[in-house]
């Protein structure tokens, strides 16, 4: 079975620090992807970044970069530059259509507040 | 725009009564989820469709029930058996077979049950 550990249930971080948001990962399966999501207090989900457990280099988008390291079943996402807009819960998810399933398995988030 | 519409985005009802979330997508994607959502509990899977007239339990299926008889719409039944229905529900859509195509959510429907 998947499983999608978020050990950080809160973090802070000052206005203009980077951070990082750790995932590790558990899984048989040899092609899977993995996301991080973002909910503002509004409770919407914005898709942030994916990794595929196939590409060699780690997935870069805008401020937001993934730490893969397949070995370590890791994909931790760092926040660069951080801003006041940053403050939301932040999920790490994985699938694995290959195996059958489309479904994406959730972590249980970690809640980020930015300091000014 | 093409997005993924759930209504209403509070919805009361009282013990006892089933009730109806609503989700409809215009993104042309086979699959559809139905997550719920309690604080400090993640995102968890209820049900997913990935096809027309097809759907499967997810991790907490008990207590609620789903349809798929058209491709946009993933309509989410709480029924009575719910022991607790009160929470965050979420739907979401995706393409499939694709590990890379993150899912797509609407803005989710709060229900309070009392």
């Known amino acids: 079975a998947q499983k999608i550990t978020q050990t950080q249930p809160g973090m802070f971080v000052q206005e203009k620090e980077a951070v990082t948001l750790d995932c590790t990962y558990d899984?048989?399966?040899?092609?899977?992807?993995l996301f991080w999501y973002k909910q503002p207090s509004s409770g919407e989900m914005i898709f942030l970044i994916y990794?595929?457990?196939?590409?060699?280099q780690n997935a870069t988008e805008g401020r937001y970069s993934l730490n893969f390291q397949k070995a370590r079943k890791s994909a931790n996402l760092v926040i660069s530059a951080s801003q006041l807009g940053d403050s939301a819960m932040y999920f790490c998810?994985?699938?694995?259509?290959?195996?059958?399933?489309?479904?994406?398995?959730f972590g249980k988030g970690t809640k980020l507040t930015v300091n000014p | 725009d093409g997005g993924i519409t759930q209504s209403p985005k509070y919805l009361f009802r009282k013990e006892g009564q089933n009730v109806t979330l609503s989700c409809e997508q215009n993104?042309?994607?086979?699959?559809m989820y139905w997550y719920r959502q309690d604080p400090g509990q993640g995102l968890r899977l209820i049900y997913y469709?990935?096809?027309?007239?097809?759907?499967q339990k997810g991790d907490i299926a008990e207590g609620y029930s789903v349809s798929r008889e058209k491709k946009e719409s993933f309509p989410l039944t709480v029924t009575s058996a719910q022991k607790n229905p009160t929470a965050f529900y979420l739907c979401?859509?995706?393409?499939?077979?694709?590990?890379?195509?993150?899912?797509?959510f609407g803005n989710g429907t709060r229900l309070t049950v009392t």
């Open positions: 979401a859509s995706s393409v499939t077979g694709l590990d890379n195509s993150p899912l797509h």
């Open positions: 899984t048989s399966d040899q092609s899977y992807g």
């Open positions: 990794q595929g457990s196939y590409d060699e």
């Open positions: 998810a994985m699938r694995s259509p290959w195996s059958g399933s489309e479904k994406l398995v």
């Open positions: 993104l042309n994607h086979d699959a």
């Open positions: 469709s990935q096809i027309v007239n097809d759907f």
